[in-house]
């Protein structure tokens, strides 16, 4: 794989690798059930189309567990799982950012409103692994070594979309550069929220230059002038603005996120207790630290004022 078809792998685009299906039209589908009287097509050269699509046969080799404990099994799927939702959450807040940046506020609404479902399920999927004892665990973490979900890259992207920026964080991936260029881009590159304030700007809000252009390779932090902004939009309460759906679909986010560090934090206290963790860090106390952190804070701010 070269770097560039490493970088595509990273970014997620089309299957270029003729594994392209047959293209099948509404009257072909029509004509085909027709004559099968309504039954599904029921032989294939080979895997069948689903599995070529769906890539079953790369997705059912990739749960290599480290030891031969069955709970292990549970915990490799539900990071993988969890993975997976990092990546799809990343690629629609990229849309979004798009719309965004056209001025297309109800695009970017309509984009956000449905990763919101998709990262409830990301946070529902703690509930396939936050039975995990300390006995069952103890079973396999030695077998972890320090490998821990500290280290995932898709993880940080999506801090970094959410305005997170902790430079020292983007070292550990220094070594592979098929992540590293792709983060380091994003990284000193406007996250989803400063979107959002660029466009509140132009749409008319009072926000300075130096907020909307501000150095994006810097952690956010709140600015009186933003959460006057969306103290303004949710004043007007105009019934459909686009705005105050903007401003409901970043706050139902930012709930999201901090859903998800909560229910982790529960099955770290529930998985090893106090323990310090496989990645180094102090363990609970040191996710505390970080589930103090509320992104996209002048949307919860403005509230106090409304
Ligand atoms: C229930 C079993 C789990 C335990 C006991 C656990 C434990 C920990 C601990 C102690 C940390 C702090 C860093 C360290 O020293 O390792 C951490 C961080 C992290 N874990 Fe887990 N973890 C579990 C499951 C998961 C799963 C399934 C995921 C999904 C991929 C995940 C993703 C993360 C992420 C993204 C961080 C970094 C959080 C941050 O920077 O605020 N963990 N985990």
């Known amino acids: 794989m070269t770097v560039e078809e490493q970088g595509q792998a990273v970014t997620g685009h089309c299957a270029q690798d003729g594994r392209v299906p047959d293209v099948l039209t509404e009257q072909s589908r029509v004509a085909r059930a027709r004559e099968s009287g309504g039954q599904p097509q029921m032989a294939f050269e080979g895997a069948t189309p689903y599995d070529r699509y769906v890539r079953t046969d790369v997705l059912h080799s990739i749960q290599q567990t480290f030891t031969d404990v069955?709970?292990?099994?549970?915990?490799?799927?539900?990071?993988?799982?969890?993975?997976?939702?990092?990546?799809?959450?990343?690629?629609?807040?990229?849309?979004?950012?798009?719309?965004?940046?056209?001025?297309?506020?109800?695009?970017?609404v309509v984009v956000l409103r449905r990763s919101v479902r998709q990262f409830e399920a990301l946070v529902e999927s703690w509930s396939t692994i936050d039975w995990l004892t300390p006995m069952e665990f103890n079973r396999f973490r030695d077998h972890l070594g320090v490998a821990s979900g500290f280290q995932s890259w898709a993880y940080r992207r999506l801090e970094h979309m959410l305005?997170?920026?902790?430079?020292?964080?983007?070292?550990?991936?220094?070594?592979?550069?098929?992540?590293?260029?792709?983060?380091?881009?994003?990284?000193?590159?406007?996250?989803?929220?400063?979107?959002?304030?660029?466009?509140?700007?132009?749409?008319?809000?009072?926000?300075?230059?130096?907020?909307?252009?501000?150095?994006?390779?810097?952690?956010?932090?709140?600015?009186?002038?933003?959460?006057?902004?969306?103290?303004?939009?949710?004043?007007?309460?105009?019934?459909?603005?686009?705005?105050?759906?903007?401003?409901?679909?970043?706050?139902?986010?930012?709930?999201?996120?901090?859903?998800?560090?909560?229910?982790?934090?529960?099955?770290?206290?529930?998985?090893?207790?106090?323990?310090?963790?496989?990645?180094g860090s102090s363990g609970t106390a040191w996710l505390e630290k970080s589930l103090a952190r509320v992104v996209f804070p002048e949307v919860w701010s403005a509230r106090t004022a409304v």
Do not use: C
């Open 163 to 279: 305005g997170i920026k902790q430079r020292r964080l983007t070292q550990l991936y220094q070594g592979n550069s098929a992540v590293y260029e792709p983060m380091m881009l994003a990284f000193d590159g406007p996250s989803l929220y400063d979107d959002a304030i660029a466009a509140l700007a132009r749409g008319g809000m009072d926000i300075p230059a130096e907020v909307v252009h501000r150095d994006f390779g810097e952690d956010y932090q709140p600015r009186p002038e933003v959460e006057a902004a969306w103290l303004e939009v949710y004043a007007r309460e105009q019934l459909g603005d686009p705005w105050w759906e903007l401003a409901e679909v970043l706050t139902d986010i930012s709930a999201a996120f901090t859903d998800w560090r909560h229910r982790h934090l529960m099955a770290v206290r529930r998985g090893m207790g106090n323990k310090v963790g496989s990645g």
């Open 70 to 108: 069955p709970e292990e099994r549970a915990f490799l799927v539900a990071s993988q799982i969890m993975e997976l939702y990092f990546g799809l959450l990343r690629t629609e807040w990229e849309l979004a950012q798009q719309h965004l940046r056209a001025d297309d506020i109800r695009g970017a």
